[in-house]
């Protein structure tokens, strides 16, 4: 399994980014993907997820309605469309997947907020 993010960089308050996690080494169309995050000092949070299909999402409190997770399977990629950014969702975005019993995790992207 190799997950490998792109997208990270430097916004400015109330801008956006999209993240891009390229999938290989598994079946990508059956598997739920997730976008994950970490800011310093603070443990790794769920940001979204998505069914295999895409026909369902979740995300988590602090970005509903802000950001989007996608989904093409016939790329094996997994999209994270984050608008409105604010000094909070600075952090390092990871994209996961959660198959034979344990999670594989990217290397990650960071994302840094600030003016």
């Known amino acids: 399994v190799q997950l490998v993010e792109s997208g990270g960089g430097l916004v400015q308050p109330g801008g956006s980014l999209r993240l891009s996690c390229a999938a290989s080494?598994?079946?990508?169309?059956?598997?739920?993907m997730s976008w994950y995050r970490q800011a310093p000092g603070k443990e790794r949070e769920l940001v979204a997820s998505?069914?295999?299909?895409?026909?369902?999402?979740n995300y988590a409190e602090s970005v509903t309605g802000r950001f989007t997770i996608s989904r093409d399977n016939a790329k094996n990629t997994v999209y994270l469309q984050m608008n409105r950014l604010d000094v909070d969702g600075m952090a390092v975005y990871y994209c996961?997947?959660?198959?034979?019993?344990?999670?594989?995790w990217g290397q990650g992207t960071p994302v840094t907020v600030s003016s």
């Open positions: 996961n997947v959660y198959r034979s019993l344990r999670d594989y």
């Open positions: 080494g598994f079946p990508f169309s059956s598997d739920v």
């Open positions: 998505i069914s295999s299909t895409g026909s369902n999402t």
